[in-house]
Every structure is written in structure tokens, then in C-alpha cells.
């Protein structure tokens, strides 16, 4: 008898064993006392185009309007992006930067000139909202203006008189002007933009003519004062690297003195689910389009990646910034709307996608030093949704909110063993996650969980600490893949409370639901 029981307890434990052993494990590793870099804050950075209705009816209502304004600027949409903590706004373009004279935008506003809106929509661009209008806007948004000069249709002397006009405190007709116009000192503006898509609608340039251009604009882009300014090279979209290899081989080439003509080179990669031709509903889609979609955005891991190898090739120290800025899901504009307005709906999925792409450039963040999404308010994958005074908050808003913890902090390296997420014959990793510690000493671990069916059960370890406490948590999700918010239920999607963490000294067992992104602070 005693036998047979010994022979069924054996025999049990070993099945046990064996099915724990299949479960599949998800396991995070975070070295927390190996943190090097600091993620930059402005890698949670945005871009606002005079695009359909971002800076018109988004920001800018005028000072007559009946929607609540401070000098024309909306107060629901500062107060929003406040709590957000936008760092840095990119404007005013795009493609529209290389079309736009900035002169245009400044003095009396019923004396500028109204011109053609040529790349979007071809809508009367009555120039009220200038140069004067997005340095108030930054202002009152407390955060850093991020200018993208023109190259495609500008001249470098206009160029130049606006950096004079914006930054100099010296007497000059330019700061004459900018005086007559109700600003007496200078503004700091440190991020420059040399020209947009250089190779595409700002001037359809090579590489290597472009690479000319580049030291000759930026040659002109003056510091005044204590004012210095970042200038940020045209880069490549998505895997054109022989862009890359030239812009930073002729720069390697440059006698060190005069290297500074370039501090930070752009990329551009869009998430787009199906083709440009027919890219897919922003809200009505399935399975197939949502694990589509949530792979091509893991693509942007391989950009950066390679890119990073080039630019470490010619710039071993770093010296360069790689800046992100344009990317974002682009869908299809919604039914009924103006095509040229790239207006589009934004679903959980589009918090995912922003939750990946935010964990990439965290990973990337010796190199990446900045990047924008695209765009603010009421264009592609927006924070914020407008219809006359009404407002609306985004999933991808409420995600920008949650990894504001990250800003500034110093990034943990992680290793991450997860189960993967299987559609069809395609798979990608499950679980995307970023950690750092803050100025304070807390730590943030910020996860998300891309399969819309199965919860996980996550094990994160932190060496390098004995124990950790958890302080509080934070969740998105929704019912469905395609939850959304609208000026109806303007709360599908939000950020809840969340708890589910059990820790063991150092080692957290936390349980992350399906499509869901948490926070943990420790
Ligand atoms: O963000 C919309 C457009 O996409 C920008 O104007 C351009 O730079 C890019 O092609």
C-alpha cells in the first residue's frame, strides 16, 4: 500500500512539475542599479502642422470667440497638454514649413496676407496664427518651441532674419520690427529644424545635395545672445539609409571646428496597418488589423537600430542626436470628412501603438534624444479631439499622461522573456515595458500587453535592490480592441487605478490584463 502511495505521489509531482514547466514564462529583468542614461523628456515631444484643424479651431480660436481663450488660445487645450506635460512643440510643419514664409505671420492680423494651404486641402491660410501666436502658445504651454525653417521654398536670408528676428536683443531692423509688434525682448528658441522631408515635399533633394544645403542654411542659423541653437538635420523615413550614411559620412568628413552645423539628424516612420493607398479604418478593424498594425509599429526598433549603427560609425560619442520627429499611426480620414484634413479617430490600439513606440525610444535613449507625434489636436494620431467647444481626450493622451513619470529619469536596462502574441502564422513578443528612476529615487516600470484575449502574469525582478515597496498603480484598457472616446462617452478609455502587484522583496508578480498598458511606482 505504502508503495502505491509513493509511487502516485512521485507520479503527481512530476506532472506538476511538468505542466508548470509549459506554462508559458513572462519574466522582466531590470537592472536597477545599472542605469546610464537619462530619457529625455523631449522624447515625449509633439508636432503641430497647420494641418486641417490642429492649430485652427485645435489652439487657436481667436480672442473674439465665444470658446473660454487666453489671447485666442484655447484654455481646455493648454490646461490638457499642461497635465500632460508636453515638453516640446514642433511647428509649423511638415510639409507646410517648407512652403511657409514667416514673414506672412507676423504684424497686425487683419494686414497678413491670406495664401493657399497647397498640401492640405488647398484651404485659404489667412496667417493669423504666426510667429507671435506659437511663441504664446509655448508659453502659456510651458514648454520648448521646436521651429522647422524652411529649405524647399525659403532662402537662407529669410531663414536667418527670423532666427534674428525671434532671438537678437542687438538694435537691427529685424529686432526693430519684432518690436513694433509688441515684443520687446528676445524669446529663446534652442531646437531648429533644417527644412522637412527634404527628399519628399520639402524639395525632392539627394542625399548629397541636400547634405550641401544643410551646411549652408545652418552656416546662417545664428546664436544671439546666450541663445544656442540645436539644429536638427532633415533624416531619412524609415529604412532609407544611404540618406543617413551621407548626411552623417560628409559630416564626419568636416574638420571638427566646424562640426557644429549639425546636432541632431531626423527620422520619420509611420505606422500604417494595410498600404498608403488604402491604410484601414482608425476604428473599425479586427483582430488581423490590430496585430498588424502593433507589429509594423515594432518596425521602428529596426529603424533606429540601424540607423544608430550608421550614425555610430561617423559619431562614436554620440555627439549627434537621432530625433524622431514625425510618427504615429496614420489611418484612413473618417467617413465624411475633408481628405487633406487627416482627420482620424483614435482607439486603444493607437495607446498601444504609442505605448511601443515610447518603450523603443526609452530603450534607445543614448541615442534618442528627441522625438514628436504626429500631430497634437484633430490630426492622425491626436491627443486631443475638437467640435466647437467641446473637447475629447484620446487613449493616446491618456498614455503621454501615464510615461510622463519617465521624463527626465534615468533610464534601467531590462531584459524581457515573454510568451509571444500569436495571429495567423505571424508572431510578435507580448509584453513591451520600459523602467527608470526618477530624481526622487522612485522607480516607474510602465508595461503594456499587446494580445486583446489572455491576461499575463508578469515576474519583474530588480537587482540591484534588496527589497521594493510599491506605492501606487496606474492602468489603461478598454472593453474592446476599438474602444475609443468620442464627444458622446467622452470616457471609454482612461487611466484607472490598478493594484494587481504582489511583491516579494524584490521580485513583483503583477497580473496585466489583455490590451492593457500599466504603471507600477516603486
Ligand atoms: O504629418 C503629416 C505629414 O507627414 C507631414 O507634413 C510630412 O512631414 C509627413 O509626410
Given at each position: 500500500m505504502e508503495k502505491i502511495i509513493l509511487t502516485l505521489t512521485i507520479f503527481f509531482l512530476v506532472l506538476l512539475q511538468t505542466v508548470v514547466a509549459q506554462q508559458p514564462e513572462n519574466k522582466i529583468i531590470i537592472n536597477a542599479d545599472m542605469g546610464k542614461n537619462q530619457i529625455s523628456k523631449h522624447i515625449y515631444g509633439h508636432f503641430s502642422e497647420h494641418l486641417g484643424t490642429c492649430i485652427y479651431g485645435g489652439y487657436w480660436v481667436g480672442e473674439n470667440s465665444a470658446i473660454p481663450n487666453t489671447r485666442g488660445i484655447r484654455n481646455d487645450v493648454v490646461k490638457a497638454l499642461r497635465e500632460m506635460e508636453i515638453p516640446n512643440l514642433r511647428w509649423p510643419g511638415g510639409c507646410f514649413a517648407d512652403t511657409y514664409h514667416w514673414m506672412d505671420g507676423i504684424g497686425p492680423r487683419d494686414k497678413r496676407p491670406e495664401i493657399v494651404n497647397v498640401h492640405w486641402g488647398g484651404v485659404t491660410e489667412d496667417n493669423s496664427f504666426g510667429t507671435h501666436e506659437f511663441m504664446d502658445l509655448c508659453d502659456q504651454l510651458d514648454c520648448e518651441p521646436v521651429i522647422c525653417g524652411n529649405v524647399g521654398s525659403g532662402t537662407v536670408q529669410e531663414m536667418a532674419s527670423w532666427i534674428e528676428y525671434l532671438t537678437s536683443d542687438a538694435q537691427s531692423p529685424m529686432t526693430n520690427l519684432r518690436k513694433q509688434n509688441g515684443r520687446e525682448l528676445p524669446w529663446k528658441v534652442k531646437y531648429w529644424g533644417i527644412g522637412n522631408e527634404s527628399w519628399g515635399c520639402g524639395g525632392t533633394m539627394t542625399a548629397e545635395y541636400y547634405s550641401d544645403q544643410l551646411r549652408r542654411y545652418a552656416t546662417y542659423c545664428r546664436d544671439y545672445g546666450d541663445n544656442q541653437i540645436f539644429k536638427i538635420a532633415c533624416g531619412p523615413s524609415d529604412e532609407n539609409y544611404h540618406w543617413t550614411e551621407v548626411i552623417m559620412s560628409e559630416w564626419a568628413k568636416t574638420p571638427a571646428w566646424q562640426r557644429g552645423y549639425m546636432n541632431g539628424l531626423s527620422l520619420h516612420y509611420y505606422t500604417v496597418?494595410?498600404?498608403?493607398?488604402k491604410k484601414g479604418s482608425a476604428t473599425e478593424f479586427n483582430e488581423a488589423e490590430w496585430f498588424l498594425t502593433l507589429s509594423k509599429t515594432l518596425r521602428m526598433d529596426e529603424f533606429i537600430t540601424k540607423h544608430s549603427v550608421i550614425m555610430d560609425t561617423y559619431d562614436p560619442e554620440k555627439r549627434i542626436a537621432l530625433v524622431v520627429d514625425e510618427w504615429g499611426n496614420w489611418h484612413d480620414v473618417e467617413p465624411g470628412t475633408n481628405p487633406g484634413f487627416l482627420y482620424q479617430q483614435n482607439t486603444l490600439r493607437d495607446g498601444l501603438v504609442a505605448a511601443l513606440n515610447l518603450d523603443i525610444f526609452n530603450k534607445h535613449s543614448d541615442r534618442v534624444k528627441m522625438a514628436n507625434i504626429?500631430?497634437?489636436?484633430?490630426?492622425?494620431?491626436?491627443m486631443i479631439l475638437t467640435k466647437g467647444s467641446e473637447m475629447v481626450l484620446t487613449p493616446s493622451y491618456y498614455v503621454f499622461k501615464m510615461y510622463k513619470v519617465h521624463h527626465d529619469a534615468t533610464n534601467l536596462p531590462m531584459e524581457i522573456k515573454c510568451e509571444n502574441y500569436s495571429y495567423e502564422s505571424n508572431s510578435i513578443p507580448s509584453v513591451s515595458a520600459s523602467a527608470s528612476k526618477d530624481k526622487a529615487g522612485l522607480i516607474h516600470i510602465t508595461l503594456s500587453n499587446s494580445n486583446p484575449h489572455q491576461n499575463l502574469t508578469v515576474t519583474c525582478e530588480l537587482r540591484g535592490i534588496k527589497k521594493v515597496e510599491f506605492k501606487k498603480g496606474q492602468i489603461i484598457t478598454g472593453e474592446k480592441m476599438n474602444s475609443f472616446n468620442d464627444f458622446r462617452e467622452p470616457e471609454q478609455v482612461n487611466i484607472k487605478s490598478f493594484s494587481d502587484v504582489k511583491i516579494n522583496d524584490n521580485i513583483l508578480s503583477i497580473n496585466l490584463p489583455a490590451k492593457s498598458v500599466v504603471m507600477v511606482e516603486l
Open positions: 496597418c494595410h498600404d498608403w493607398s504626429a500631430q497634437t489636436i484633430n490630426v492622425l494620431q491626436a
